[in-house]
């Protein structure tokens, strides 16, 4: 039998690179097949329900909305995805009244170009549940207002929604975050010049009628919408009168006799040109930056495949990543030597993204935050803050260094300077996990709690409190001590055991998919779409001039 030949290096390392790329092409594949859950949801029966009531779907609607080539910047499509099975937000009632799956979480939200203006889009998901609001729907209702306003983007709702599903009332009603607060939100927005402009394409009840009544200017279709505080069942229950939708609150009575409406049109085609028209007058926006002309980088999303470890926890060169983003494939890199390699944990600078001038933050090699690349990052947040700066957070780190020396050194000094210059940084922050994003290093790298504008993942994120490993390894710990102080033996193979399960279990709570159902990021986006995602994210930053930060009691 001939001896199987040894590979160089070099044919090693190759061989690693395009076993990466297929195993990320595959990941990607996936990902866009788990979307489609969301965009057929119904599928041709809802489709057909619809065009019986003379209706569109709401994506359908949305793409009308929009100007011609353009696209929809979405976000939160991960929302809702098996939620009933995460004992969070109702789960257990989602499944008993099996609605435990809610891909795209009941509401289409994003940002699309309406006349030349960015607008935020809301769109009730009228093919699931009538369109009523879950407590995922209303966690993605407020998250999609918390960037509009923000960015002080108009919003725009296509109404058609039951209000509150009534079996999960108590995750809507009536806590800051549920379902008064977008009510709430549009009176805020408005008083501060964000217009907010409704088209009802449907029926809008009791606390749904808002959305009507509270809109800078609203639509309505004839003998299609209606808006009432009480529908007739409701009536007849309460006082004893019959009255038909229509004659309740159709869309004459709300534009002839209530005034509840602005607007009366005859179709959702009319009523979508009416609401183009409407934003015509929406003042035009501008970039508050000069823009340079975009060059496109030297090297391709493909090569970025291949130079992401299949492994969540291998080191990654993370140089090579922003060669993948960056405009030519140019970085300005902060202090690139300072610190030896404990340093280089991170790596800081700033690059030109989409013709964009913006700064970065990345996890290097095996991410972990020694008290050097602690201190490079707090004080590059500070150069991007007094520059007017906005700052990408490529999160890959499984958390600050530990043990005496690094105690005694100061890491929690210096970790927690990071994490103050990351909550008072007032320039537009985003953030992309790439890799294992844990414990304080989700803090100090901006994860959600930390306010980014937009907050996306890739396949190869995984946020968690900890590793698997190291959870099993604690909790395994306390565990054999409790049975060795009771006396008793061991069992070695139930331990092995349960540090799989725990391996298992934080991969799963961790994966992006789940994340994303509970709306902890944005989007998992492909390797194909994150630079196009990071430019427009950057572009939308950039509708807004930079604050000035006042960096509060830091210890530097």
């Known amino acids: 039998m001939a001896e199987e030949k040894k590979l160089t290096r070099a044919e090693r390392l190759a061989a690693e690179r395009e076993s990466n790329l297929k195993h990320w092409e595959a990941q990607?594949?996936?990902?866009?097949?788990?979307?489609?859950?969301?965009?057929?949801?119904?599928?041709?029966?809802?489709?057909?329900?619809?065009?019986?009531?003379?209706?569109?779907?709401?994506?359908?609607?949305?793409?009308d909305l929009i100007d011609p080539g353009t696209e929809f910047f979405e976000v939160g499509l991960d929302a809702g995805y098996n939620i009933g099975k995460v004992k969070l937000y109702g789960g257990e009632i989602y499944e008993s009244e099996k609605r435990g799956h809610i891909p795209g979480g009941g509401l289409v939200?994003?940002?699309?170009?309406?006349?030349?203006?960015?607008?935020?889009?809301?769109?009730?998901?009228?093919?699931?549940?009538?369109?009523?609001?879950?407590?995922?729907?209303?966690?993605?209702?407020?998250?999609?207002?918390?960037?509009?306003?923000?960015?002080?983007?108009?919003?725009?709702?296509?109404?058609?929604?039951?209000?509150?599903?009534?079996?999960?009332?108590l995750g809507c009603f009536a806590d800051d975050g549920h379902f008064g607060s977008m009510f709430y939100n549009m009176c805020r927005m408005s008083a501060n010049g964000i217009r907010q402009y409704t088209l009802s394409t449907g029926g809008n009840t009791a606390g749904g009628a808002y959305i009507v009544y509270l809109a800078s200017e609203s639509i309505m279709?004839?003998?299609?919408?209606?808006?009432?505080?009480?529908?007739?069942?409701?009536?007849?229950?309460?006082?004893?009168?019959t009255v038909s939708p229509e004659d309740l609150g159709g869309a004459y009575v709300h534009t002839k006799h209530s005034g509840g409406c602005d607007h009366i049109v005859k179709s959702q085609a009319e009523g979508i040109k009416k609401l183009r028209d409407i934003i015509d007058f929406e003042p035009s926006q501008s970039l508050y930056v000069e823009r340079r002309k975009a060059v496109a980088p030297q090297f391709d999303?493909?090569?970025?495949?291949?130079?992401?470890?299949?492994?969540?926890?291998?080191?990654?060169?993370?140089?090579?990543?922003?060669?993948?983003?960056?405009?030519?494939?140019?970085?300005?890199?902060?202090?690139?030597?300072?610190?030896?390699?404990?340093?280089?944990?991170?790596?800081?600078?700033?690059?030109?993204?989409?013709?964009?001038?913006?700064?970065?933050?990345?996890?290097?090699?095996?991410?972990?935050?020694?008290?050097?690349?602690?201190?490079?990052?707090?004080?590059?947040?500070?150069?991007?803050?007094?520059?007017?700066?906005?700052?990408?957070?490529?999160?890959?780190?499984?958390?600050?260094?530990?043990?005496?020396?690094?105690?005694?050194?100061?890491?929690?000094?210096?970790?927690?300077?990071?994490?103050?210059?990351?909550?008072?940084?007032?320039?537009?922050?985003?953030?992309y996990v790439i890799g294992p994003d844990h414990g304080a290093a989700n803090y100090g790298m901006c994860g959600r709690a930390f306010r980014p504008v937009f907050c996306f993942t890739n396949m190869r994120g995984r946020t968690t409190v900890m590793s698997g490993d190291t959870a099993g390894f604690i909790v395994e710990s306390v565990r054999r001590k409790n049975i060795i102080d009771k006396g008793q033996q061991v069992n070695e193979a139930d331990m092995a055991k349960f540090r799989q399960m725990m391996r298992d279990r934080y991969d799963a709570e961790g994966h992006p998919f789940l994340t994303g159902s509970l709306l902890f990021h944005d989007g998992a986006i492909a390797f194909s779409e994150v630079r196009g995602k990071l430019v427009r994210a950057l572009e939308l930053c950039y509708r807004q001039p930079m604050g000035k930060t006042d960096w509060g009691d830091l210890k530097v």
Not at 134 to 149: D, N
Not at 227 to 238: E, H, I, N, Q, T
Request: glycine share 10%; with cysteine; proline share 5%.
């Open 28 to 63: 990607d594949a996936e990902l866009m097949k788990h979307r489609e859950e969301a965009y057929n949801i119904g599928g041709a029966d809802q489709v057909a329900r619809l065009a019986k009531q003379g209706k569109k779907p709401m994506r359908d609607l949305v793409k």
């Open 301 to 431: 999303f493909k090569e970025m495949m291949r130079d992401t470890p299949t492994n969540t926890y291998q080191f990654i060169d993370i140089r090579k990543t922003l060669k993948c983003l960056a405009d030519d494939s140019y970085i300005h890199e902060y202090k690139p030597t300072y610190g030896e390699n404990r340093g280089d944990s991170i790596v800081a600078g700033k690059m030109w993204l989409g013709g964009l001038p913006i700064g970065f933050i990345a996890s290097n090699a095996n991410g972990v935050i020694y008290i050097e690349a602690a201190r490079k990052a707090t004080e590059w947040m500070i150069r991007c803050g007094n520059q007017g700066l906005p700052v990408l957070f490529l999160q890959g780190s499984p958390g600050y260094m530990v043990g005496k020396s690094e105690e005694w050194g100061g890491i929690g000094k210096y970790g927690s300077d990071m994490v103050r210059t990351c909550s008072v940084l007032n320039v537009p922050k985003i953030q």
């Open 221 to 241: 279709i004839e003998k299609m919408a209606y808006a009432f505080l009480a529908g007739p069942p409701m009536v007849k229950s309460a006082i004893g009168e």
């Open 109 to 169: 939200t994003g940002v699309g170009t309406i006349q030349g203006k960015d607008c935020m889009v809301f769109a009730n998901e009228n093919r699931y549940a009538a369109g009523t609001y879950f407590p995922i729907t209303l966690k993605k209702h407020m998250r999609a207002q918390a960037i509009a306003e923000r960015l002080r983007l108009p919003c725009v709702y296509i109404a058609d929604s039951g209000g509150i599903n009534l079996p999960l009332q």
